[in-house]
């Protein structure tokens, strides 16, 4: 019955327009009333103790390294460089997204800010080559989901600290299927564009590439500098978020001169307005997680799957579409706070390893981002790219499927995000 209680105030919430914390503080004093334990108190301090977390203190940083990132310059010289690589190649804009896509996501790991960076240069310059206008905006937005996924991830971040699972871990398993998510979505668009009228750009000429490559290379040396730390043991995801704020501070400002100390207020403000959205949600949701494991509903689900504890594939494949179904309406990092101490119980039990799962979770979530209704970067790419939002969903949709294929293929086989992750750490 308290699994009940949970999914309907939670659920009558939302429907009503409370925004998502509220409706998550709405279903944990739910919960304590109907077990007869309301206290004030505990929803203080499950606050307070939620955003006391010296690991959290990384996301407000990687929210302040994605703004400098796209105000200084950072973002325009990675597509520059992947223009000059593969520009001129027939349906090469597509490649140079993804291309420029996985390089901004191993910086920022912000799929709403590098969908936008991508789509506000790209997308002219592909309307102006001849290519499917609606059909580009959809790969921007597949691309831009993958930022997520590769390191640094804020959404790690969140799922690490709600699960107790290590983040450097996570980190270092998320490089493989970033990256496959990336290849799929390349031979996906060069399958769809096969037949289209495009006009290649001019092949960039040696002292061009190298120019470009000279340009970009100090944004290029962020994720160098970002995952080599982390993995050498020299600092701590937290740490490498201070630094990579502080080098695109650096870069913005005094080596490509495009980051004005009077743009400071403003790119400081718009970081701390996100980085309160994203604490609030953390700190609500975790009331509701201590309500969950009071009540014992991992317990009471569990129940209702035990025929799957011992399959834990069948359970995996479950548990994704859950999730899939689950991502349509919520945005991602709901979707991990809420979900995340109800599932982590009963992958435990069926013996997946949470690291695995904690990838596999995070790319689910990263899908839901371009499914209708929600679909917070289909938005993005719609308002940015001034296109209408049903041609967005009309153009993403070889890519949405491309994206759940390679999802399926490692619940298949895990051992394509294990393997990787164990010789990475």
């Not at 495009?198 to 994720?223: N, Y």
């Not at 979770?361 to 970067?377: E, Q, S």
């Not at 890519?399 to 393997?419: D, N």
Request: glycine share 8%; hydrophobic share 60%.
């Amino acid at each position: 019955m308290t699994l009940i209680v949970f999914i309907v105030s939670l659920l009558s919430a939302m429907a009503i327009g409370v925004p998502v914390a509220f409706a998550l503080m709405f279903c944990g004093v739910t919960l304590m009333w109907y077990m007869g334990m309301f206290n004030s108190q505990i929803i203080a301090q499950n606050m307070i103790i939620g955003a006391d977390t010296f690991t959290l203190l990384a996301i407000p940083f990687f929210i302040l390294a994605g703004e400098l990132m796209n105000s200084g310059g950072l973002s325009k010289r990675i597509i520059e460089f992947a223009i000059a690589c593969v520009g001129h190649i027939r349906g090469g804009l597509g490649i140079v997204a993804i291309m420029a896509a996985i390089i901004m996501a191993s910086i920022s790991g912000s799929a709403a800010a590098d969908t936008a960076a991508l789509a506000a240069i790209l997308i002219p310059m592909m309307a102006k080559a001849g290519y499917n206008v609606p059909r580009s905006g959809g790969l921007i937005a597949a691309g831009g989901i993958i930022a997520p996924v590769i390191p640094p991830s804020m959404a790690f971040i969140v799922f690490g600290v709600s699960a107790n699972v290590s983040i450097t871990k996570l980190f270092m398993a998320g490089i493989v299927p970033g990256v496959t998510m990336g290849l799929c979505l390349i031979a996906t668009w060069m399958l769809v564009v096969r037949k289209d009228n495009i006009q290649p750009l001019p092949k960039a000429s040696s002292k061009e590439r190298l120019t470009a490559t000279g340009r970009a290379l100090w944004a290029l040396g962020m994720p160098v500098i970002i995952l080599g730390g982390i993995k050498a043991g020299v600092v701590t995801p937290t740490e490498a978020a201070v630094i990579a704020a502080a080098y695109a501070l650096f870069v913005g400002m005094v080596i490509y001169r495009e980051l004005k100390p009077r743009d400071l207020p403003r790119v400081i403000l718009q970081a701390a307005k996100t980085t309160s959205i994203v604490m609030f949600l953390v700190c609500a949701a975790l009331v509701s997680a201590w309500l969950i494991t009071a009540a014992n509903i991992p317990a009471e689900i569990a129940g209702y799957i035990a025929p799957l504890i011992d399959r834990p594939k069948l359970l995996m494949f479950v548990i994704m579409l859950l999730i899939l179904v689950v991502g349509t309406a919520l945005d991602l990092t709901p979707t991990i706070l809420i979900l995340t101490p109800v599932l982590m119980p009963i992958v435990q039990k069926a013996g997946i390893d949470p690291v695995y799962f904690g990838v596999m979770f995070i790319m689910n979530c990263c899908i839901g981002l371009i499914t209708p209704p929600v679909g917070v970067v289909l938005n993005v790419v719609s308002g940015v790219g001034r296109i209408p939002l049903g041609k967005v969903v009309t153009g993403i949709l070889p890519f949405l499927v491309a994206e759940v294929c390679v999802l399926m293929l490692f619940v298949l086989f895990p051992e394509i995000i294990l393997v990787p992750a164990r010789w990475l750490h």
